[in-house]
């Protein structure tokens, strides 16, 4: 061996021919260390320091209001509620934004989407002397809608007979009669005090709010009317881009602070921001809704709160089953102790090739769904005002007051009765309609109850995700972040069974068999016969069948069921485990009944004494919450699912809100009550904390991430 090289050893290592190397051992220094070890160490430790040294220092915050320093920010759908935690009640505002619109980028004619079904073309007016409420023979069979709606009319019909109330013979062929031959009354502008000032045409660039809804022809103005926000998750259908809709929903909340709340851009950064999110959130919509509030902005912190935890703040109860009825959407989960609980959670997803996270998407159906089935119902009784078009936001607005004025859930009030309502659209003088209606007025919030009427695959046409499928969270996702057990208890009778023709049944839990083909006929009429009979100790299925799974509405949008064995008190529901699925959980569980979803979102808390727990606190809140009868109904319905199926089930009970709070923001107000806590402090994530950590900020704040 040459002179001055080493003795070479023998590699036993099997890695001579790559460039791997081995790390060296772990210095027993690094283990031993106490860095980050300790929470006095920590980023937000170090935060809490800084903020008790400013308290101190500045003199003048110690006097001020407690909450008059953090804002409450509540996006929906259709209404922006924004307002300091020390407000009585939020400023609500319209989310809806015109822009002006270059010549090459003007907008085309305004479309309406129907979500419901409409009866065949020459089947839309009840002919005079026909009552389509007498029997299911008075409409011509072939057509589904026909068949939809005497499903729908027979379980009233059912319930008035239970509660011993007079049907009124020949109602529908009298009020259709009075309909069609009444003529409006032409009142003068002069003689009209709630006269609308209409926007002929302007040269401002933004629009939003009531002033966005007041554009007379928003096409011929050259302006592009959209709503930022669908539901619980972005407009990604009527926007081109996501930088649009996030630009339009910061121009709402700069335009509400200055005008409203008179605090302008440069004093941002002295408040504290309240943010309330949906309950299965989108990451995208949260992220995206973060950064416009800490780095577009400029506010000083930030925290967020989901609704149905905000709610239970707002009505001062611990754990709640809550029910969030909002326009497009509806949201139910149950909140333990200060924490929602996931498996309860409801919720319905993007199609499958565009799902990157769970969308926030509820209850696919909600007030607007009410709406629209409204218009549907009077046109079938000669609705008088016959140029109403849907798509035009006056004519919506009408709808709208007269689903408040008009719709009821309690039985009781179904009577032939005469109703007036004014028309007031651009360039006309206001019209004065009269309008007589028999059990259209309740007909039309039941089909919440009775989904058969909505059609869900419209409401995915055109659906985009708001991210790329490329771009990777900061936070690894769970199976719980598309699925929960909610919706597994709900769509268990349409998952394939194994390979080894053995039932997929939960751990420790009720059997939940998937049917054969030739049994779900009978079972769906049973199951007809349980969600249309009122609710009363003898209702509902025989007491052998101690639990039952109500499942989605199949293609004919009929309530599917599967009956169950008989489960212990205190059974632990947990979800099967499926490797992959063949249909998409999330959008069929989001065709369920809302009585049934609340069941099934109750089930999947627990054994018997959850369920128990959370139907004797079930907490309604949403504009759709304020129909009169809402609380009877779900009670009596909840009560002929529940009784038979668990023991020693006593009264289900649908709690009362506070005492003159409306229920439209209680869930602002539940915000507000936790931005004035001296607990809120551990939660705030500053704008330095946002640029190094991002969505993890969150996670380390919050319990649901």
């Given amino acids: 061996m040459p002179r001055g090289i080493p003795n070479a050893k023998r590699d036993e290592t099997g890695m001579r021919y790559t460039s791997f190397s081995v790390p060296l051992a772990p210095n027993p220094k690094h283990m031993s260390a106490t860095y980050l070890k300790s929470e006095t160490q920590t980023r937000w430790a170090r935060n809490a320091i800084a903020k008790s040294k400013a308290v101190v220092e500045d003199g003048t915050s110690l006097d001020r209001r407690r909450g008059s320093q953090v804002l409450v920010i509540h996006p929906g759908s259709r209404f922006i509620r924004i307002g300091r935690a020390s407000d009585t009640n939020p400023v609500t505002v319209p989310n809806v934004v015109a822009r002006k619109t270059t010549e090459t980028q003007r907008p085309s004619s305004q479309t309406f989407v129907e979500h419901i079904s409409r009866p065949r073309k020459g089947t839309q007016r009840v002919p005079v002397g026909h009552s389509a409420n007498e029997s299911s023979g008075s409409s011509l069979p072939e057509d589904p809608f026909d068949a939809k709606i005497s499903a729908i009319t027979t379980s009233l019909r059912e319930r008035m007979r239970f509660y011993k109330l007079r049907v009124t013979p020949n109602a529908t062929s009298i009020a259709s009669t009075f309909n069609e031959s009444f003529k409006p009354d032409i009142i003068a502008d002069h003689n009209d005090p709630y006269r609308v000032d209409w926007i002929e045409s302007s040269t401002e660039d933004v629009y939003i709010g009531e002033q966005a809804l007041r554009i007379a022809d928003p096409d011929l103005s050259g302006y592009a009317v959209r709503w930022p926000i669908d539901g619980t998750n972005f407009n990604m259908r009527d926007y081109p881009s996501l930088q649009l809709v996030l630009s339009d929903i910061e121009t709402i909340i700069r335009i509400t602070l200055s005008n409203k709340l008179s605090i302008s851009k440069h004093e941002y950064k002295n408040y504290s921001v309240v943010l309330v999110i949906p309950d299965f959130y989108d990451r995208v919509y949260v992220r995206e809704l973060c950064k416009i509030i800490l780095v577009d902005m400029g506010f000083k912190q930030l925290c967020a709160q989901q609704e149905s935890l905000a709610a239970t703040y707002g009505a001062g109860i611990s754990n709640a089953c809550v029910v969030d009825i909002g326009a497009t959407t509806t949201s139910i989960a149950c909140v333990d102790e200060g924490l929602v609980l996931p498996d309860t959670r409801y919720a319905t997803c993007l199609p499958r090739q565009l799902r990157l996270t769970c969308s926030s998407m509820s209850l696919n159906m909600g007030g607007d769904d009410i709406t629209e089935f409204l218009y549907v119902l009077l046109e079938r009784i000669n609705f008088p005002y016959r140029d109403m078009n849907l798509a035009h936001a006056y004519d919506w607005s009408k709808m709208e007051e007269l689903k408040t004025k008009l719709c009821t859930l309690a039985e009781g009030d179904v009577a032939l009765n005469l109703y007036d309502f004014v028309v007031r659209r651009p360039d006309r003088p206001a019209e004065k309609y009269g309008l007589r209606a028999y059990d259209e007025i309740i007909l039309a919030p039941m089909c919440i109850f009775e989904p058969r009427v909505i059609e869900f695959d419209r409401k995915r046409v055109g659906l985009r995700a708001a991210s790329h499928s490329d771009i990777t969270e900061d936070i690894i996702e769970h199976q719980s972040d598309h699925v929960t057990n909610a919706m597994m208890i709900?769509?268990?009778?349409?998952?394939?069974?194994?390979?080894?023709?053995?039932?997929?049944?939960?751990?420790?839990?009720?059997?939940?068999?998937?049917?054969?083909?030739?049994?779900?006929?009978?079972?769906?009429?049973?199951?007809?016969?349980?969600?249309?009979?009122?609710?009363?100790?003898?209702?509902?299925?025989?007491?052998?069948?101690?639990?039952?799974?109500?499942?989605?509405?199949?293609?004919?949008?009929?309530?599917?069921?599967?009956?169950?064995?008989?489960?212990?008190?205190?059974?632990?529901?947990?979800?099967?485990?499926?490797?992959?699925?063949?249909?998409?959980?999330?959008?069929?569980?989001?065709?369920?009944?809302?009585?049934?979803?609340?069941?099934?979102?109750?089930?999947?808390?627990?054994?018997?004494?959850?369920?128990?727990?959370?139907?004797?606190?079930?907490?309604?809140?949403?504009?759709?919450?304020?129909?009169?009868?809402?609380?009877?109904?779900?009670?009596?319905?909840?009560?002929?699912?529940?009784?038979?199926?668990?023991?020693?089930?006593?009264?289900?009970?649908?709690?009362?809100?506070?005492?003159?709070?409306?229920?439209?923001?209680?869930?602002?107000?539940?915000?507000?009550?936790?931005?004035?806590?001296?607990?809120?402090?551990?939660?705030?994530?500053?704008?330095?904390?946002?640029?190094?950590?991002?969505?993890?900020?969150?996670?380390?704040?919050?319990?649901?991430?």
């Fill in 490 to 705: 709900s769509t268990q009778h349409l998952i394939p069974t194994a390979a080894s023709d053995q039932p997929v049944t939960p751990k420790n839990s009720i059997r939940g068999t998937p049917v054969a083909q030739e049994q779900e006929q009978e079972q769906e009429q049973e199951q007809e016969q349980i969600s249309s009979h009122p609710a009363d100790d003898s209702t509902g299925p025989p007491a052998d069948a101690l639990d039952i799974v109500v499942d989605v509405v199949e293609a004919d949008n009929k309530p599917a069921t599967q009956p169950n064995a008989k489960s212990n008190n205190n059974t632990v529901m947990e979800a099967p485990q499926h490797n992959s699925h063949s249909i998409d959980i999330c959008f069929e569980a989001s065709k369920l009944p809302l009585d049934v979803a609340i069941f099934n979102s109750a089930r999947a808390a627990g054994g018997d004494d959850k369920i128990r727990k959370y139907l004797q606190a079930v907490l309604v809140i949403g504009g759709t919450a304020l129909i009169p009868g809402m609380a009877h109904a779900l009670e009596s319905r909840l009560q002929a699912i529940a009784t038979p199926l668990v023991p020693n089930m006593e009264k289900v009970q649908i709690i009362a809100p506070p005492k003159d709070v409306d229920l439209r923001v209680l869930a602002w107000k539940g915000a507000a009550v936790l931005g004035k806590m001296d607990g809120v402090s551990e939660l705030w994530v500053t704008a330095s904390d946002w640029d190094i950590f991002g969505m993890r900020a969150l996670k380390e704040r919050c319990f649901y991430l």
